[in-house]
RNA sequence: GGCGGCAUAGCCAAGUGGUAAGGCAGGGGUCUGCAAAACCCCGACCCCCGGUUCAAAUCCGGGUGCCGCCUCCA
């Protein structure tokens, strides 16, 4: 059994050996997106993250259970709905569909169960009279309430002062709350909500009660991991500890994971502020792969700043990666090199890779033994350190297969690397206005030159083609261009 | 104001007690008809001031700067 991962664990400001409650199976729920807009690129990098952290603990052998809600019954939603005039469970439905989408270009992998708030009524109506029947919670008026005075460990997840929480506290309009404090569990429907029949009378969920009723019916009442931007973690979590463990008695769940921000010029993005920049808007420019490796190359807690800068970095590391690969296979032939010695130790870099991950999932750390697994692949490829070439297919086959494992682990490289090197740089001539049939005649005009060794014309054609921001490789089998316009 | 986080080469970014991963950009090489790609080499005393220690980027105290949450928000 190789040591435990480390996880840093919002609930105790520490990282701690992660021990699932039940040895060998993980249950971890991931607070999903409010269906009333299609996702931004901030709410990617979080669902990013957390698709890599399941895929990592899928890939150290636990067996996880994996739900991420879909929030589609919500005060924002209603709002969207008349702005639009359209019906609220049809928008929701519809952005529902459109995250669906959005979630299939960037290789998120499917959670096991992706639970919405209108299914789970029931569930949900069930969870509010058992917290009246143990009498943390109140009724007023066809709303109900939960009574945080009534849950002594409030505000202990988010470390909050609670006087001072109830000092800025402020009652709105139209809600009968006991004290500021306490939060709405069932919300009496207004004329033209979406609502449904509860002993309270017709009436919708609040936002925090879904996320415990669902999490329970699906995963029990001791979550493993709980999963969300750092900005639910108050109040939003910390109304879901107190509602749950109010209900069960039973601590709510043992690692809780919060997500840093993305930065969008310097500033955070969010909705709210209309510094939004789309998750498919995103996916135009640039490759969704390479996006997945820009959400990796800093540690998922900590603030990433969104830049085009950043973004051509993580595409041209993808396009280096992709590059290796080609040339590898190529190398390979896909042929069985069989069993035997290998070069060197190219198993270290899969255990820096599982150190890194192994260690609150640095995915930084990561991405870094990957990188070194091309540069090792390349130098045997390019200039083998030693003449035998059985042993050197040998030492590239193994390094093909880390590669893959890990790859598949960070959802990157899944791609044929012809196939993605070609549709790079289609996207590339297409950003930089290239005429892809002139640049095939210019090649076809220099390839006539250098058989006739008439060189000067090659050159001058090569800097003919430099000039529209292409570049050309001679290879063995025949020349290969692509767009690089001058930096 | 309260709580939390961050400050590492031109830029992005790992590393949390023993003299600094990786990527981009830059310089020098190898290779190449010329190139490109690839590979190799070169580059930081880790925000400032104190302290603990044989030893600190890494721990403690203070300062400065930036960011987030405290209201819907991934």
């Known amino acids: 059994m190789p040591a435990p991962i480390q996880i840093y664990n919002t609930l105790t400001g520490q990282k701690e050996p992660f021990q699932p409650l039940v040895p060998g199976e993980v249950r971890i729920y991931v607070c999903g997106p409010t269906v009333y807009s299609y996702v931004h690129i901030g709410n990617a990098r979080t669902f990013t993250s957390f698709d890599v952290i399941v895929r990592y603990l899928r890939y150290r052998g636990y067996r996880v259970h994996y739900v991420r809600n879909f929030t589609d019954v919500d005060d924002k939603i ?20 459109a995250f669906a989408e959005d979630a299939r270009a960037l290789r998120l992998i499917e959670p096991d169960v992706s639970p919405r ?3 789970h009524i029931p569930d949900i109506v069930a969870f509010i009279a058992k917290l009246l029947e143990r009498g943390v919670a109140y009724e007023s008026q066809g709303d109900v309430y ?32 006991r004290e500021p404090l306490d939060f709405a569990l069932w919300k009496a429907a207004k004329p033209g909500e979406p609502a449904w029949d509860s002993p309270w009378g017709r009436g919708r969920p609040g936002w925090h009660i879904e996320c415990s009723a669902m999490s329970m019916r699906y995963l029990g009442e001791t979550l493993d991991i709980h999963g969300g931007g750092m900005d639910l973690l108050f109040p939003h979590h910390e109304n879901e500890v107190a509602q749950s463990e109010a209900a069960t008695g039973k601590p709510f769940c043992r690692y809780w994971m919060h997500c840093g921000f993305l930065d969008l010029e310097g500033a955070k993005m969010s909705k709210s502020l209309g510094n939004v ?17 820009f959400f990796l190359s800093t540690h998922y807690r900590s603030p990433l700043a969104f830049s085009d800068k950043s973004l051509a970095d993580a595409e041209l590391r993808m396009e280096y990666f992709y590059e290796t690969l080609r040339r590898v296979d190529e190398r390979l032939g896909g042929q069985d090199v069989g069993p035997g010695p290998v070069h060197g130790q190219p198993e270290r870099f899969l255990a820096e890779f599982e150190a890194a991950m192994d260690d609150d999932f640095n995915f930084a750390g990561a991405l870094g033994s990957l990188s070194g697994m091309f540069a090792a692949m ?30 598949s682990v960070l959802g990157l490289l899944e791609d044929d690397p012809a196939a993605w090197l070609l549709r790079r740089r289609e996207r590339a001539a297409r950003a930089h206005g290239i005429d892809v049939a002139r640049v095939e005649q210019l090649l076809g005009q220099r390839q006539a030159a250098r058989a006739a060794k008439d060189f000067a014309t090659a050159d001058r054609l090569r800097e003919e083609l430099r000039a529209l921001g292409v570049s050309v490789m001679d290879t063995p089998q025949g020349p290969v261009w692509k767009v690089s316009p001058p930096r």
């Open 78 to 97: 209603i709002k969207a709905a008349q702005d639009s005039g359209e019906d609220p469970i049809q928008l929701a439905a519809r952005f529902v569909d």
């Open 117 to 119: 708030v209108s299914d």
């Open 146 to 177: 939960f009574a945080v005075s009534k849950y002594p460990a409030y505000a202990r997840l988010s470390r909050r002062n609670l006087d001072e929480l109830r000092a800025g506290e402020r009652v709105q309009p139209g809600e009968q709350k």
């Open 277 to 293: 920049v789309r998750l498919r808007d995103a996916l135009q420019r640039v490759d969704p792969e390479a996006l997945r490796c």
């Open 378 to 407: 390349n130098e045997l490829v390019e200039r083998p350190p030693v003449r035998d070439r059985a042993l050197v297919g040998r030492t590239l086959a193994q390094l093909r297969r880390q590669v893959r494992a890990v790859a």
